[in-house]
């Protein structure tokens, strides 16, 4: 059907239906079939055993009873006493079901036993059958409606169905005709059990529809949640949602919008978007809209792996107490089966249950059986225990305050080690509290006692009283603030009046007066009690300012026998100690105007004056401490006061000029308490896949602040937890990469070989686990799976190779073969080495016989011989390109690319069409690269690097060979093959030969070239590679003549069958094909063999030279014979003479140098060009030997003597202008001439008949007017390396760099570049090192040469560089010490100058000298330390001078010099006083100037007035000290005699009128409220000092009359309350001892409480005691040890019971009772002895489950489980 056109939105739900795949064939829901679709069940006659008017609303709660029990079938039971309290007889038996499928109802009925009505019901119900119908079973609602089919409904029938989800009456049975649209109600009832509703489990029962929940229980409420579970939690499956747009094209219809899994519940899919057909089906939905639609869906989907606890483990010991683990395991919910851990941290909602922990076994162990420890955690006994740290520092130190803990769970292993695991290994005991009040006493509070009687008898004086600070206890203490202490003196008036008219001032405030109060409030009375008794005040320490008073307090005691006072030591009067020590003010400074009335400074001065001003400035306490350890600070506020009212006024009223200085004390002192210190976070471990982090922790004290002293202690001092020291970090997943395993064992065990290992591409998860994935999901290059092994080489064994031919065609004959001694490298190949090297080889495995066919008599042709192949057996070598070549088997070739070759197989009694070509063993046919001709031919078409190998001609039984070498390569470097002689397409050619010779070595069939000489020498394994190195030789050989005299043309035939040649026209020295023959290149293989393996190098060069002398020879005869066989139209001059002259000129190359002819005419002459330094030429070719007596060298290389030398000629080549002198010397000495040494005419060293003593270097020294040069070369034997040396000493002050030879010794300045040469000459070989200090130095530090360069010197770099030759002969050793210089300089960091110079003399004047010089200024007869730092290597010598002239007048030199002290100053010492310091690498001058002169006194301006008014002001003349016309300290002028002044008048005037007040008198009331007063006067100083009272009025113009009267003590009169003692039942403190408490509260005199702080005055009484009490007696009870776990080894130990019992009944309490005594221990360590070694095996048969749960890394386990642990 069409939809409207508007938009619109359509949903279809999917209940519990199974889900396959969502296509926009989507999926609509089809009608749902319920559960009452029973068809065949069994129905039941309606049972109705009530009225249903008497049914209420309590039915339900009356009814139902789901819980009972199913009872016997008996009619009735016994009735119980609370269905005879009820009158009801016993519940009957249960009904039969009314369903048999489906779920129905069942019920039960019981009688009332009275004549009277019983309360409650007789009937209740229950459900039953509650097991799903058969699918083909009908509706139980449709069969109740189609049992009325047979049954006439108004005089006709019908065919009924159900009307079901009748809102208002569910439980009637309306049915509705069909083909109709009326309804009828065909019974009031449906039969019990039938559902109210489709979709809901709710039945009707006696009409009535009733609750059933999703567990088939009536009443019930539980329902299924979102995953189908019924009464579960949602944990078992996932909601999933989103939405997709439609991408609908004309070629694709159907479109996938989602798959849903299998069992996903609740699936609700919704389209939006314009108009859509919907073709409903009973599983699809076909969609064709609009294009532009979008889907919405939402369903749950079911979580399949779900972690499932496991059983306990067994328990970790089988008496005596132990405990038991749980553990987690992932489940497949559809397979029903364990898998890993990883499919169950897919789901986020899985939760992995933590393992749970219990006790086990408790029962006490037997005597005999003792401890059995049967699993491997059986260690961590005993339990894991709750842990506090101690409490930390209350809150508050008073008035209630609150303290913290930290509580962890611990765990002790048998080292006794403790450490923090999981919370939960404790939950078997209660967590204690981690907070607690503290301190709840009340703060300590200030206490006034009682005022003293007024110091005068009338008129007004002064009284005090005493304030202290009081505890709760009613102690004398501190900690009261002292903002809010009381005053401790005040003023009274005694009403008496005074008649003395000329003493206007009361008694108490005249001086002698003043001081006794003083005294009094000191209370400074010597008694027969140790007391602290101070004495008088001294006077200020300045005259002006703030200064100090000291005075001196002594401990004394009064002797009462003697009535004499003793003085005792302090410690001995107990108490506070006043102070020594206080502030005091002399005036102001500095010409400021004093405000200081008369009065006010004879008060301040110690004068008497009649009254104080009313404010002034006081000190009101001090701030709190900056710190709360280690040393802070406190300072003094000050404030001005009003002094009676003790208010704050504003600042102004109080007198600037009289502020009290600043005030500072130290405080809080005593050391930090111990706490953790942390460092930072060290980088992550790890990138990703989750790492770890490290930091620093440690327990630090800090003891002053000031100092910044911290010490380190243990960690067990510090109470508070430790910070975690490791963290995870980088916790998510790793990209895939490559892991890689170890690598395998060699597949050799020497000789080379190749080592595997796996690659594997590998995640690493975010929880620490491995992924494996497929090897395209990491990105990066595969590492290699295997390499070559660097193991050692193969002991020596011989190479055969194959037999020969039988040695007769007919009858019996020998077979041979050769035999090479070889040794296989660690490189994978082989070296031939001498054949005594190898075991003995037995004749017959070089000779064996042979039988062919019986000869014939008349030797006629018999048919049954054998084939023969007349093979060559030669060797061929292209140096040229070819279009084509021609050869015959049996040799081997070696080729350049693309030419093509014709390979000729001659054979006899055999048919020539019937031989057959193989390559490297597999047949040959032909193909349009390879052509196999007929006849025994084979072509091949431009060689490629594919066709090297073995080319095998067969003919029957007989087999031939050809090896085809390819020596092209792609590099075109230049290798030229004869410097000078070829032209540049010969050169490039032949460098190309040589280049691909060397990039084919790394191929199995490749020629060896550039390789290491022990591969040179040696053949491969290959028998077809065996003349790789000769050919190699062979065309790196440099002695080729040059140009060729004479360009001929001619060849004859046998050179075209061996070379077609192209380029025939062209002038070249080598022959297109060089041609050498196997029997030859054998031969010189052999020779190799026999000698020695350190001169094989050197031999086979000869060999090689002559191997070429004779193919080159060969080549010219045969060029020679062509030319005269063919004749031609050339001189006959030119046909003999340039072979002879050509081949002798070749020979003599051999023995002469070329080097003249490489040299420019005025090079060689040296007469001619510019002048030039002397250069010495130093050839490229080696030591040659021309015969074995006779050798021939050049300067730069190694002559090694040999038993038969006869001759050595030493060439020694020098060019420059003017011409170089020449001269010889050996190892650093001249050569001294004789008849076996000569000087030949060119400057050549002769050395004839050589001998051991003429071993060393030679060198060739050529010298001329502008420099000269030299080259050394060494002679030597096969032996013990040689080493060049030098024994001189080398000084370098300017240069940049510096070149010496090992043995000398190096002196040199920073930052030059040092070289140090160490030529060795050896037999075989040498290996040099070198070394620093005797330790090895990296080759990075060589250069080419062997030399050590050493750049950019410092003094590091110092010391003794030893360079080491060694070979299989020996080793030789020589050293060079290098010394860097450093000349002095001044040092620029004088610290440590200044404190050198401070801790020699403290106090001493000092100065420090400088390049430009200083300056100091000193007084006769004082002393100085005059420093000179400088810096230098070596430490630089110090001389000091006096104007210039070495020090003679007396001093003394401290410091190694650098400081000089003269005592007792004079003038002989002015003038300029200098050091020098000196050392190799030169010399620095510091100096300064010293000036002598005295101090003297200087008169300064006046000071101010010490007065503003009044007669006492006075000014006085200020002295300054001067020296140098500097002002000094005045200490220094103290015994200079001070000029005679005299103080000055000043400020003589009178003072205006002021308020004078006298102190308070005593209050009326101590508390309740009263009244105290004062005098108030006006009065005036005049000029003369008098005091003249004046009229209120002249005071008022000035300022407000202060107050007379004010009310006092208005805090109400409390005291202290108790109540009774309570109970002893607090905690236990001792045997029978414990604690016990009362309350004690403040209230008034009328009953009624108050807060304690208003009687914090008061001694507060005792609020605790200790009382005696039977519940405390109690002791720790032990039982005996259980037997040791082991019987040797670090783990065994053995354990006990230990409980806290009753001393009387012995029964046992809880352990808190016995906490005031320390608990004995459980388990101690036992037969710790080492235990004899024996097999690694597991000796408990837990281990798996130590594996699973990954307890192999801990020692106890590993140790335990060694088998299991072993294979992890």
Not at 220 to 245: H, P
Not at 399 to 406: A, D
Not at 1247 to 1271: H, K, M, Q, R, W
């Amino acid at each position: 059907m069409a939809a409207p056109a508007e938009q619109q939105q359509r949903a279809w739900s999917l209940v519990a239906a199974p889900v396959f795949s969502v296509s926009l064939w989507f999926l609509c829901s089809a009608p749902q079939v319920g559960g009452d679709q029973n068809q065949g069940a069994i129905f039941l006659r309606e049972f109705t055993l009530i009225r249903r008017e008497s049914l209420n609303e309590d039915f339900l709660s009356d009814l139902l009873n789901t819980n009972h029990r199913i009872e016997d079938t008996s009619s009735r039971t016994a009735r119980s006493e609370e269905d005879r309290d009820t009158l009801w007889d016993a519940w009957g038996s249960w009904s039969e079901c009314s369903r048999t499928c489906g779920g129905g109802a069942s019920y039960s009925l019981r009688r009332c036993l009275s004549s009277k009505s019983c309360e409650g019901r007789n009937i209740r119900y229950r459900t039953c059958s509650n097991v799903d119908c058969p699918p083909e079973a009908g509706d139980f609602r449709t069969q109740q409606c189609s049992a009325h089919n047979d049954v006439k409904y108004q005089g006709q029938f019908y065919e009924w169905l159900p009307v079901s989800n009748d809102p208002d009456n569910p439980c009637t049975l309306k049915c509705q005709a069909k083909g109709t649209s009326f309804v009828v109600e065909l019974a009031p009832k449906v039969l019990d059990g039938t559902r109210c509703y489709t979709e809901s489990l709710d039945m009707c029962i006696s009409g009535l529809c009733q609750i059933v929940g999703c567990d088939h229980q009536l009443g019930s409420s539980v329902k299924e949640d979102n995953c189908g579970v019924c009464n579960g939690d949602g944990s078992t499956c996932r909601l999933v949602r989103g939405q997709y747009k439609s991408q609908l094209l004309a070629n694709k219809p159907d479109d996938t919008v989602v798959v849903i899994p299998y069992g996903s519940r609740h699936v609700r899919l919704v389209l939006k978007g314009p108009d859509h057909l919907c073709d409903v089906s009973p599983f699809q939905i076909r969609y064709a809209g609009a294009a532009d639609s979008t889907v919405q869906f939402i369903f749950y989907q079911p979580i399949i792996h779900r972690w499932r606890e496991t059983d306990f483990f067994p328990c970790s010991a089988s008496c005596g107490g132990g405990y038991q683990l749980t553990s987690a395991e992932c489940y497949d919910l559809r397979s029903n089966r364990v898998v890993s851990d990883q499919y169950c941290h897919y789901y986020p909602e899985n939760i992995k249950p933590k393992p749970k922990l219990q006790e086990c076994n408790l029962d006490p162990c037997p005597a005999s059986d003792g401890y059995k420890q049967i699993m491997p955690y059986d260690l961590y006994h005993p339990l894991p225990r709750w842990e506090s740290t101690p409490w930390t520092a209350c809150s508050s130190s008073c008035g209630g305050g609150i303290q913290s803990r930290t509580i962890s769970c611990v765990e002790e292993d048998i080292q006794g080690l403790i450490s923090s695991v999981e919370e939960w290994k404790c939950m078997y005991t209660p967590k204690m509290p981690i907070v607690q009040p503290c301190n709840i006493f009340d703060c300590p509070k200030w206490l006034a006692q009682e005022w003293s009687p007024c110091t005068v008898t009338c008129g007004q004086g002064l009284r005090y009283r005493v304030v202290l600070c009081i505890d709760h206890r009613g102690m004398h203490t501190g900690g009261c603030t002292a903002k809010t202490k009381p005053h401790i003196k005040e003023e009274c008036i005694v009403p008496t009046p005074c008649y003395k008219p000329k003493e206007k001032l009361p008694v108490e405030a005249k001086l002698p007066w003043y001081k006794q109060a003083q005294e009094l409030e000191e209370g400074a009375i010597v008694s027969e009690e140790p007391t602290f008794i101070p004495e008088t005040w001294s006077a200020c320490s300045v005259t002006c300012g703030v200064g100090i008073q000291v005075r001196l307090v002594k401990c004394q005691v009064l002797l009462s026998f003697s009535q004499s006072v003793a003085d005792l030591p302090i410690d001995e009067c107990e108490g506070p100690k006043p102070a020594s020590e206080r502030a005091c003010y002399g005036g102001p400074c500095n010409g400021e105007t004093s405000e200081y009335s008369p009065e006010e400074a004879d008060v301040f001065y110690g004068g008497s004056q009649d009254f104080d001003e009313l404010h002034d400035w006081e000190y009101e306490g001090f701030t709190e401490c900056s710190e709360s350890c280690a040393g802070g600070v406190q300072e003094a506020v000050v404030a001005c006061l009003n002094k009676q009212t003790r208010e704050f006024a504003d600042e102004n009223l109080c007198v600037s000029s009289r502020r009290p200085p600043q005030l500072l004390k130290a405080c809080n002192l005593e050391p930090c308490p111990p706490r953790w210190e942390v460092g930072q976070w060290s980088s992550c471990s790890l990138t990703c896949g989750v790492g770890l982090q490290t930091r620093d922790v440690f327990c630090s004290h800090l003891l002053s602040r000031e100092t910044n002293e911290t010490v380190i202690l243990a960690d067990g001092l510090c109470h508070k937890p430790q910070p975690i020291l490791v963290q995870a970090c980088n916790r998510f997943d790793c990209p895939p990469s490559w892991y890689l395993s170890e690598w395998q064992q060699c597949s050799q065990t020497c000789g080379g070989g190749l080592q595997k290992r796996e690659v594997l591409c590998k995640q690493r998860m975010a929880d620490g686990s491995f992924l494996e994935l497929p090897e395209t999901f990491c990105s990066t290059l595969r590492p290699a799976s295997q390499q070559a092994c660097q193991n050692e080489d193969c002991p020596p064994e011989w190479l055969l190779s194959d037999w020969t031919q039988c040695s007769v065609s007919c009858g019996e004959g020998t077979q041979k073969r050769n035999a090479i001694c070889r040794k296989m490298l660690n490189t994978g190949l082989s070296a031939i080495i001498n054949s005594s090297l190898c075991p003995p080889l037995p004749f017959s495995s070089l000779v064996r016989p042979c039988a062919i066919a019986t000869c014939s008599r008349h030797q006629r042709p018999s048919h049954k011989q054998t084939p023969l192949i007349m093979a060559q057996k030669k060797v061929f070598i292209q140096t040229r390109k070819q279009r084509k070549l021609h050869f015959v088997v049996g040799g081997y070739a070696y080729l350049l690319p693309k030419t093509s070759i014709i390979l000729r197989c001659p054979v006899r009694r055999f048919r020539k069409p019937m031989i057959t070509w193989e390559k490297d063993g597999k047949r040959l046919i032909s193909s349009a690269h390879v052509t196999i001709a007929p006849y025994g031919y084979m072509k091949i078409h431009r060689l490629k690097p594919s066709d090297t190998g073995t080319y095998t001609c067969a003919a029957g039984l007989a087999r031939e060979h050809f090896v085809i070498k390819l020596i092209g390569g792609h590099n075109k470097r230049m290798t030229a093959l004869s410097l000078g002689m070829m032209k540049e397409e010969e050169a490039t050619r032949k460098a190309s030969l040589n280049e691909a010779l060397h990039a084919q070595e790394k191929h199995q069939n490749g020629i060896l070239f550039n390789g290491s000489k022990t591969e040179k020498r040696g053949l491969l394994t290959d028998p077809s590679s065996r003349y790789d190195d000769i050919v190699s030789r062979l065309l790196e050989y440099r002695g080729w003549p040059r140009d060729h005299p004479e360009p001929w043309e001619a060849q004859d035939s046998a050179e075209r069958n061996i070379s077609s040649e192209e380029d025939q026209g062209q002038e070249y020295t080598l022959p297109f094909t060089m041609v050498a023959s196997q029997d030859r290149l054998d031969d010189i293989l052999r020779n190799l063999s026999q000698q020695p393996e350190e001169v094989q190098d050197i031999y086979s060069k000869q060999l090689v030279a002559q191997l070429a002398h004779e193919i080159f020879k060969s080549h010219l005869e045969h060029q020679e014979s062509l030319f005269k066989t063919q004749g031609g139209r050339v001189r006959s001059a030119s046909v003999e003479v340039p072979f002879s002259k050509y081949f002798s000129e070749f020979t003599s190359s051999l023995r002469t140098s070329s080097a003249e002819a490489h040299l420019s005419p005025e090079l060689a002459n040296g007469s001619r060009g510019p002048p030039r330094k002397p250069a010495i030429l130093k050839k490229i070719s080696a030591a040659q030997q021309l015969s074995a007596s006779e050798v021939v060298t050049h300067l730069g290389h190694t002559v090694v003597l040999a038993s038969g030398t006869l001759s050595v000629l030493l060439h020694c080549e020098a060019v420059g202008n003017p011409k170089p002198t020449i001269s010889w010397a050996k190892n650093g000495e001249v050569v001294q001439f004789s008849k076996r040494i000569l000087l030949q005419p060119d400057d050549s060293l002769q050395i004839l008949e050589p001998v051991e003593a003429d071993v060393g270097f030679y060198t060739c020294n050529a010298t001329n007017a502008l420099g000269s040069d030299s080259v050394s070369i060494a002679v030597t034997l096969a032996g013990k390396p040689l080493i060049k040396t030098s024994r001189a000493t080398l000084v370098n002050k300017e240069l940049p760099a510096v070149t010496a030879d090992i043995g000398s010794t190096v002196k040199t300045i920073l930052g030059a570049n040092v070289t140090i040469n160490c030529q060795v000459a050896g037999v075989p070989e040498a290996e040099l090192t070198w070394f620093k200090n005797k330790i090895k130095l990296a080759p990075g530090h060589y250069l080419q040469d062997g030399s050590l360069q050493i750049e950019n010197v410092s003094l590091s770099d110092q010391g003794l560089y030893s360079c080491r030759a060694a070979n299989i002969r020996g080793q030789i050793t020589e050293s060079t010490q290098l010394l860097v210089l450093d000349p002095p300089q001044f040092r620029h960091r004088l610290e440590d100058m200044a404190a050198t110079l401070s801790i020699t003399g403290p106090g001493v004047p000092s100065v420090i000298t400088s390049p430009s010089g200083t300056r100091k200024v000193l007084s006769p007869g004082s002393s100085v330390l005059i420093g000179c730092p400088v810096n230098g290597h070596p430490a630089p010598n110090i001389t000091w001078f006096h104007a210039g002239q070495p020090f003679s007048m007396p001093h003394h030199v401290l410091s190694s010099g650098e400081i000089i002290q003269i005592l007792n100053i004079s003038h002989d010492y002015q003038g300029e006083i200098s050091c020098m310091a000196q050392n190799e690498a030169g010399l620095l001058v510091q100096k300064t100037s010293l000036t002598v002169q005295d101090y003297w006194w200087s008169v300064d301006k006046m000071s101010p007035c010490s007065a503003s008014c009044g007669n006492k002001g006075l000014q006085h003349h200020q002295l300054r000290c001067l020296l140098d016309r500097a002002q000094v300290n005045i200490s220094h002028c103290m015994e200079k005699p001070k000029p005679a002044l005299q103080p000055v008048a000043c400020n003589r005037r009178d003072c205006p009128s002021r308020w004078m007040v006298t102190s308070w008198s005593h209050c009326t009331q101590s508390c309740g409220g009263g009244i105290q007063t004062r005098r108030v006067t006006c009065q005036k100083l005049t000029a003369a000092g008098s005091s003249m009272p004046m009229s209120n009025d002249a005071c008022a113009q000035l300022s407000k009359r202060p107050v007379d009267t004010q009310s006092c003590n208005r805090q109400l009169c409390v005291e202290w309350a108790t109540s009774a003692w309570g109970q002893c039942n607090g905690p236990c403190i001792g045997s029978r001892l414990a604690v016990q408490h009362r309350q004690v509260f403040c209230r008034t005199r009328d009953g009624i409480s108050v807060p304690s702080d208003q009687c914090s005055s008061l001694p507060r009484p005792l609020s605790t005691q200790n009382c005696w009490t039977d519940a405390c007696g109690v002791h720790w009870r032990v039982s005996l040890w259980t037997l040791c776990t082991a019987t040797c080894g670090n783990y065994g130990f053995q354990s006990r019971r230990v409980e806290c019992v009753r001393v009387r009944t012995n029964k046992p309490v809880q352990e808190h009772y016995c906490a005031w005594r320390q608990r004995p221990a459980n388990w101690q360590r036992c037969n710790i002895t080492p235990c004899e070694n024996v097999e690694c095996r597991d000796t408990t048969r837990y281990c798996e489950k130590v594996k699973q749960l990954k307890l192999c890394q801990l020692t106890q386990f590993k140790s335990r489980c060694c088998g299991t642990c072993g294979k992890a």
